[in-house]
């Protein structure tokens, strides 16, 4: 018996065997932790896309005016059905609770309407549940802000599903700054034929189409938010009680009109035809309760002024038509109500309504072209400086090779047309 024992205490036959099944408790426990660690990893990672698109909702959200939280209920899905507890969502999965929605950030100059996102829930890990009495709680955060980005010289505020911004045909458009349109369409801004545009960047709270017709360096920018319009807080002024009288010069004429500046700063007319040389009044206020025609060989001078085009029928409000023939040295104010503003329309007029802004080749521009509710036809060429324009329309269309820079003083505009990116920024 003695023999046997020693022989067996010898023997090495069975040793793996016996080594495999101590190790077997830790090879499976590794293998459960690996799978329950991906697993865990898997679910943290779709909850996080969750709180991030939630997040980046609540901001376009605020953007808009409109309730934060309402929008990032929506965007998860919570609740999906009128219910009282969590349910299934847009996650694939049940929270659990309600999506912790913060809206008490501090706005700074960086980041504006910030929108802060917290969701949770609970799920059981195949092995750790095994060895677990409570069910661990995942949780993801995201924090999304809408981030000042370049400042636009081009703006269409169109809201609906009509096409912004227009670039046809043979035009050329070098733009030296982006342009926005908030056109809701899919096709926002196009440009199509043998067009070609060049600018820093294209944005539309709509789609854009990818083309060649977009120059090198451009950067599409589709389905951002929308551009406010820069001067809603900016109205029109009184029509003067004894505005019943045309301006309307003839060729040869040759004049300084009014021949002395009022008063008030403030000239009325019913329409206005020009096609001599007019000198006008500086510092002035033209308002016109009709149309503006500046004929072709016309000249028109005049510095810190603003062509206001109202009516008291708001939706009568005439057009602009600027001769490409013509010549015109024209600068905005740099203070007063209308500081930057060459042009002004009513908000009130009508979108059937085309203006068309052209210039000769000695003309001279400075300031904001304001047509917030009608079409605008813009022609320019690199023989007409266009100092410091900014082009606020219904819509847009470009004709001709149109020629726009965008070097301006800091303190004309301020922050008017700063644009903003809705961004992820924690």
């Known amino acids: 018996m003695m023999g046997f024992l020693k022989r067996l205490r ?59 939280t309402a929008a990032v209920n929506y965007d998860v899905g919570y ?159 009184a029509i003067p009680s004894d505005c019943n009288k045309p301006f309307d010069d003839k060729p040869g004429d040759d004049q300084t009109w009014p021949a002395t500046r009022p008063a008030s700063g403030i000239v009325c007319v019913t329409n206005w035809t020009s096609q001599g040389t007019v000198n006008l009044q500086s510092d002035t206020t033209y308002i016109i309760t009709g149309n503006m025609n500046v004929n072709s060989k016309a000249v028109v001078n005049c510095a810190r002024c603003t062509f206001v085009m109202t009516n008291s029928t708001p939706s009568e409000t005439g057009t602009v038509d600027l001769n490409g023939g013509a010549t015109m040295n024209l600068t905005s104010p740099a203070t007063g109500p209308y500081q930057g503003i060459l042009f002004y329309s009513d908000r009130g007029a009508s979108t059937s309504k085309t203006s068309k802004i052209n210039g000769g080749s000695s003309s001279i521009f400075q300031g904001a072209f304001y047509f917030p509710h009608q079409q605008l036809e813009y022609t320019g060429n690199s023989t007409v400086s266009y100092e410091c324009v900014k082009l606020v329309a219904w819509t847009l269309k470009f004709m001709g090779n149109a020629d726009l820079e965008n070097t301006c003083p800091k303190d004309l505009y301020g922050d008017r047309f700063k644009g903003r990116q809705v961004r992820l920024v924690a």
């Open 10 to 68: 010898r023997n090495q036959r069975g040793n793996t065997l016996i080594l495999t099944a101590a190790a077997m408790p830790l090879l499976i426990g590794s293998a459960g932790l690996a799978t329950d660690t991906i697993q865990w990893a898997l679910w943290k990672r779709q909850l996080q896309k969750a709180a991030d698109s939630a997040a980046i909702a609540g901001v376009y959200a605020r953007m808009a005016g409109q309730d934060a």
């Open 79 to 237: 609740p999906s059905q009128p219910a009282t507890g969590p349910n299934n969502n847009r996650t694939g999965y049940t929270l659990l609770n309600a999506p912790a929605v913060n809206t008490a950030l501090p706005t700074t100059a960086d980041y504006i309407n910030p929108v802060q996102v917290t969701l949770k829930m609970e799920h059981t890990l195949p092995f750790s549940s095994m060895f677990l009495t409570t069910t661990p709680t995942i949780t993801a955060s995201a924090t999304a802000a809408a981030i000042e980005t370049a400042e636009y010289c081009v703006t269409g505020l169109v809201n609906t599903n009509a096409t912004g911004i227009t670039v046809g045909g043979t035009v050329k458009v070098n733009l030296k700054c982006p342009m926005i349109t908030n056109s809701t369409s899919m096709d926002a801004a196009v440009a199509f034929g043998n067009s070609k545009v060049t600018t820093t960047a294209v944005a539309a709270v709509g789609g854009l189409d990818t083309t060649d017709n977009w120059g090198a360096g451009t950067t599409l920018l589709p389905f951002t938010t929308a551009q406010p319009d820069p001067f809603a807080d900016v109205n029109p002024p």
